[in-house]
């Protein structure tokens, strides 16, 4: 039996780790113990490079600059975490993958979408997750969120909220081209009711594990 990569996408406070930790919960009475991951990061080397480029001291970043260290970070990942993981056969959930950069350094900073592709068929050659949520919400609804949450804003998150809504239709282009890997969830509706979507699309995912 393989095991499944799976990736959670959206804009900061709109829901991802909340809903990371039910689809856990959720595979776990299945029977299946997932790795649960994240991006930037994964590794010490990738947790580094996170602090470097998210950390506001660190700042100013150019976008190549952080087009390039979340490829370095993912690469690293990549190669010490998520294939070893795929490979013996685990669930891996992870929270941001390629999608994130396509999004955040294509639609957001207006980096070459094409660049970015380039550097996934380097970082990750043949490796796109089988399945990814983006969790979808208006900006100020997701940025309110975050407020609520009360741990303050990293370098990105404390852009404004055009550039949020640049990053939100860059990650809902990517779900009209790909729609047999992207799920588009509503994550305006309640944490259950976002939940209860995830856990019917984990449920297909586990129907087809056969293969
Ligand atoms: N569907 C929801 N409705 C209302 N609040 C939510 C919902 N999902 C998550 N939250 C809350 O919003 C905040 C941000 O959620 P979080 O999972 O940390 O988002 P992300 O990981 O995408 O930044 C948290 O305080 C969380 O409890
Ligand atoms: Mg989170």
């Not at 799976?6 to 780790?17: A, D, L, P, Q, Y």
């Not at 900073?109 to 796109?128: S, Y």
């Not at 990814?132 to 852009?159: L, M």
């Not at 640049?166 to 282009?173: D, E, F, H, K, P």
Request: aromatic letters at 6%.
């Amino acid at each position: 039996m393989r095991g499944r990569f799976i990736t959670f996408e959206g804009v900061e406070g709109v829901g991802k780790s909340t809903q990371i930790a039910h689809a856990a919960q959720y595979l776990l009475g299945r029977g299946i113990l997932p790795l649960v991951t994240r991006e930037p990061g994964g590794t010490p080397l990738a947790e580094k490079l996170r602090a470097l480029v998210l950390e506001p001291q660190h700042g100013p970043v150019g976008p190549t600059e952080e087009l390039l260290i979340m490829f370095a970070a993912r690469a690293s990942h990549v190669a010490a975490v998520i294939r070893p993981a795929l490979r013996r056969g685990r669930w891996v959930l992870c929270d941001r993958f390629t999608d994130a950069t396509e999004a955040y350094q294509g639609g957001g900073r207006g980096v070459n979408p094409v660049w970015i592709r380039q550097l996934a068929r380097i970082a990750h050659p043949r490796l796109m997750p089988d399945l990814t949520f983006i969790f979808d919400a208006p900006a100020a609804v997701a940025s309110a969120r975050v407020s609520g949450r009360g741990t303050g804003h990293d370098r990105i998150e404390a852009e404004e909220t055009e550039f949020f809504e640049r990053v939100r239709r860059a990650y809902l282009a990517i779900a009209a081209r790909e729609p047999g890997r992207v799920r588009v969830v509503d994550a305006t509706q309640p944490e259950v009711a976002v939940a209860d979507v995830v856990a019917q699309a984990l449920e297909a995912a586990l129907r087809n594990r056969g293969d």
